[in-house]
Every structure is written in C-alpha cells, then in structure tokens.
C-alpha cells in the first residue's frame, strides 16, 4: 500500500475543485500562473503561510537580494521607488497584477545600462596600483551605493581590483617563464609555448592584456544580462515567493523541469562534479563518487572555479556566466581533458587538469572493504553515498537491498564490527531507510511521517530478523541529510550504534513535484504553466523529535574544516521550525552502546588531544573562518601581493595534512574480486578508492573507537 498517495490525492481533488469553483480573475498566462502558484502552495503545503503584508515583506527582502544582491546596479534613489510596494505584494499577488516586479525590471535594467558605461570608462583610464584602498565585495556589507557617484566609483574600484589580480597573475607568469628550464623541470610542471612567450613581454604589455582580459569578463557578463528574457527574471521574482514557505519549495518553467528530469536520471559524459551558482561565481557542491574529479582527487567542495580551458586551448574566464553555459564548457567526449582554474577555500589558486569519461552511475552504489584494528581485528566498512532506488524497474538497484548484500559478505568475512559511512550522502529513498535500518534491529518503528493536519504515519520495519547484531558505528558529517539522519536517528534512539562525526545537515522534510496545468480546468491559451516543488511532509525520529534543523548530534564529535562556519538547513531563509510529536514505544534486544558509551567518548577525547592531524584540521577550521568572514580587497599591487603572499604562507602549515596512509590495511572482499579482475577501468576506480580509504584520518579514528568497542564490551560482559 502506497501511504503517500492515499494522503496526497485528496489534496490534488481540493484543490482542482477550488479553481473549478473559483477561476482565475485574469485570463492572461502571468495572471493565472502567480495565483495558480500561490493557490496550490496554501492547499498542499506542509506549513503554508499567510499571502498578507508579512508574507509581501519577506519576499520584498529575499526577491531584491536575488535581483541585485551585490548591490552593485541600483542605487538607493530606485530602491526607494520600489519601497512603497514592500507590502503590497500579497495583494498584487491575489490580484494577478506585476506592478512591483515590472518596476523592479525596468529599474534594473537601467541599472545595467548605465554600470556599463561605468566599468568601459574605468578600464579606459590608467589605474595606479601604488594608491592604497580596498573594496568591499560583499553587497550585504557594503549596502546601496547613495547615488550614481558613488556607484561609479565603486565599479572603477572594482574594474581596478579585476585588473589587478589579472595583472598579478600575469607578471607571476613572465617570472616562471624566465626561469623555465625544460631539461630540469618536473612533469606536470611544464608550460606551454603561449606562457613561454610572457618572458619577453614588458610592464606595459601585461597592464594592456590585463584590461582586454578584465573587459572581456564584464562585457561577457553583460551579454548574458541582455540576453535574459522576462521568464527568467519572472521565475527569479516567482522563486522569491515560494521561498518564504520554505527554502526547497521552488516554481519550475518547464524548461527547468526538463533539465531537472535529466540531471536526476541522465547519464552523462563530463568530469562528474555537481556545481551552483552564487552570483557570478561557480562554485563545486559535491564531487560524484567515483567520476572523474573524484578519481582525479584535486578538486573538492566549495572550491570556486574561475576559468575552464578545453585541452589545448586558452581559459575562458567563467565568472559572470550562467550554470548551463558553464556546463556546456565542462562537459565534453570521453578521454578529453579540461583544465580548471579553481579557488581553493584556503584562498589559493590551483589549475586542475581532468580527463572526462562517463560518470558511472554504479560508483553511487554500496560498496564494502575489509580494514583493521591496530589489534588486527577484522571490521567490515560500507561506503553508502546515497539511498538510491530506482522506482522505475521493480528488479532495479535499490540502497536497502545492496546494503543487506554488503552485510551478509562481511559476516562470511567473520568481522567482529562494521562501518557504515553515511558521509555527504544526502539522503533518498524513504522506504529503503526503514528496511536498512531494520537490518540492525528487530522489527519496530523506524521513522515518523507526518502530513500537515493529519496524524503522523510511523513507519515500521517488519521483519523481525536481524542481519547483523554485533558492533556497529555510523559515520556522518555536516552534509549527511534527510535519509542519512533518519537511518541515524533510529540507530541511536535504539541504543544501537555509536554516531560519530559532526552535526547533520537538519533537513527533515521531504518534497513532491505538483503539475500546476492540473489545477486550472481549461485555459489550454496559458499553459503550460511550469511544476512547483513544495514540502508536503515532516519526519520525525521515533523519539519525537525532529530532524529539521537540529539534524542528528553524533555521540562522538570530530572536529572538520567546517567547524567555526555555520552550514546546514538553518542557514537557509525561512526554514521550517523545529517541532516535536509523541514519541512511539522502541525496544531491541540486539545489542546496547550505552553501557559502554562513556568508556568510548574518554577515549576518543583523549587521543583527539594527542593527534596532530585533527590538531590542524581545528587551527585551520579557525582560519578558514577567519578568510569566509574577510571580504574586503586591497586595491594597490603592494598590498596585494602581501595578502597573497600571507595565505600562501599560512596555507602551507595545512599542506599534506591528508596526504600519509594512516590505515594500512584496506581490502577488497574475496567476492568482490572477480568484478575488477574482469573490468580494468573498475579495478582502477577501485584502487583509488582503497587510496582514499588508506589516508582517511576520520576513519583511523572510527576504528579506534571500534577497537574500544570490542574491548569495552569484552570488559563488561566479564563483569
């Protein structure tokens, strides 16, 4: 029985018939899409929000944040023009009316206009880099510039300071090529002929191409602002709207739809990194487990990439460009390379070269090794990076299944405990939670599904089997989230397993996509429409508690990179609350972690005192803190140099940090064999997947806290 549909039909019905009822007031397709949009947010919504002037006030602030968030096209003379619609856009909104958002448009692109006459005739001037001064990137902090003066002056300061780092690089450039040796020089390190040729080059030549270099990135910015049309700033002002319910509920053209559909299920030839926008910038969300930046190693989350050049051919300088034509650059035939130019969350620049190939889905399934205690005691590790299942094909691959997979060859194994590495895995299948963590535990309650006014559905594993009783240890970090912190959660609120890492990412809601063509009964003239994905559900632990925005607290803490920087859902706007329902009675029979829990937690906190590694990763979690929150830049070479100068060198205590084998012993199952003998480019992806493992200083931990396990609980059965 499909719980989710017997609850989620009838809404579809109310809501058809409200606008069978109530037609829309305007015909036109904008009319109907903003009052069909907010009609079905305040009929399926989890939690769904007042349309009124607080309701106007906040998508105000979020839709001026996202039309100029960097401050830098209007100035307070238009946002003052704009204020007096602050709370009128609840009623524009029942109204099918556009005033404000016409206004805005019309604002902003005079803003575009005349900023680019600012930026020409900054870059036709000659810049003097031995003045002192900064400028302020942030828009936030620098606030609307008072008046068209002052926004000029801060687009030729910005001009000066793109000019600069250009011009910083390119002098770097002229100092390696007049030092090249090719006889001497090491592979990786060689320079093309185009680079050679900077060591002839003067003063003058490199200020000249650094200002083509600095035009040619504004004015490609500028192209693709004229090139939007009113649908995208449309879906911009939309999205602003439906943000204020909650940050995962989002409008969708059906274009967006489409591309939505193929990066879920596509299967595609590229470097296998899933990217974001956030304002100019590009920045690397996740690295697809098994892809070619994974198998590559160099690039990492949050890195920024500035600049994508095709094998062979000079680097475009991306910053400005939209997400798709970035990934039109990245993506390429299999066994081509591409070079990125990324900035590195320390503030270093590094190139990263990485052939592209097939990113293969079958790296994002479960996968087991064998590793071992400094004691040689044998523990199973199952990387899991995602609750996959394929809804499609009834015989397909689905998380729960391969897990039980992985359990039953690790117990032929005889391992006396086992990993289970949810790390960076953002959740998935519902379903193959609930049977995952029964796999543990005897059959019982798992998770609390609850839909707005209704009694909350608890989700039991029924088969009352246990695959495996013995020791078992869950890894996550600040981007486990929504299946990872549920499997979590039900594992620690049975007194099963030992949690450990850092605090989850706190997203406890789930999402459902809703055909907006389906509630307009004719006006076949105005679709199609577009989807809105909106939160229509809440878990919650069999506790009561739920996971939205305080996630799961690991028993045992490890200190990361991300540390000192707050993440996670709470960062977003207008996140859902944290609310608690009844809890529902648990009980195991399996195997207890509480009688040992504080002889595990002294230990670890002990030899986290010692280690050297988490040491740094703590100083350089400070430091990293310390550069996120600095956003202002130096406007004169002397400065600059001396700024890049002390993050390279206050970089360079954390180099390395990661690159020693700290667990030496790392094995494929005997069952696993045949698999890579038999496929080359396998047993490839495999041994860099044992290299990562061997250099892992946050499972060398974890097997410590086994091998307390183990003994711990020989200790205490003795008693």
Known sequence: MNFKNVIYLPAIAAILAFFAFFPPNNGEKEAVLIQTLLGSLTTLHFEPVQIDDTFSEKAYDIYLDRLDGGRRFMTEKEVKQLEKYRTQIDDEANQGAYEFFNLSLQLFEAGVEKTQKYYRDALATDFDFSQSGVIELDGEKRGWAKNDKELQQYWADWAKYETLSRYADLRDTRKKAKAYDAATVEEGDEMSEDDLAYADKTDAELMTEAKEESLKYFDRWYDRLAKMKRNDHLSTYLNALTSVFDPHTNYYEP??????????????????????????????????????????????????????????????????????????????????????????????????????????????FAKSLLLETDDKEKVGYIRLPSFYADFQDRNGRRSAKDVAAEVKKLKKENVEGIILDLRNNGGGSLRDVVKMSGLFVEDGPMVQVKYRDKKPDVLEDTDASVQWDGHIIVMVNNFSASASEILAAALQDYDRAVIVGTPTFGKGTVQRFFDLDRAVSGNSDVKPLGQVKLTTQKFYRVNGGSTQLKGVTPDIILPDNYSYIETGEKENDYPLPWTE?????????????????????AKSEARLKTN?????????????????????YPLSLADYDAEVEKLEETSKAFEGMFDDEVNTYAQNLAADLPAFEADESKAARNEDFIKGIKKDVYLEEVLNIMADMIDAEAIADRK
């Not at 207890?592 to 002889?599: D, E, Q």
């Not at 703590?618 to 600095?630: F, G, I, P, V």
């Open 255 to 364: 274009i967006d739809k489409e591309n939505f559909d193929i990066r879920m299920s596509g299967k595609l030839e590229g470097i296998g990194a899933r990217l974001q926008t956030e304002e100019e910038y590009t920045k690397i969300t996740s690295i697809v487990v098994g892809g070619p930046a994974w198998k590559q190693g160099d690039l990492e989350e949050n890195d920024v990439i500035t600049a994508v050049a095709q094998d062979g051919e000079k680097a475009v300088d991306i910053n400005g460009m939209t997400i798709n034509e970035v990934v039109q650059l990245i993506r390429g035939p299999k066994g081509t390379k591409v070079t990125l130019t990324v900035k590195k969350v320390n503030g270093a620049t590094q190139k990263v070269v990485i052939e592209r190939d097939v990113v293969i889905t079958s790296e994002g």
């Open 612 to 632: 050297e590694t988490f040491a740094k990763i703590d100083q350089n979690a400070q430091r990293l803190k310390t550069q996120r929150d600095d956003t202002d």
């Open 581 to 601: 329902i009844d809890a529902v009675p648990v009980e195991q029979n399996v195997y207890r972690v509480s009688r040992i829990m504080p002889t595990l937690k």
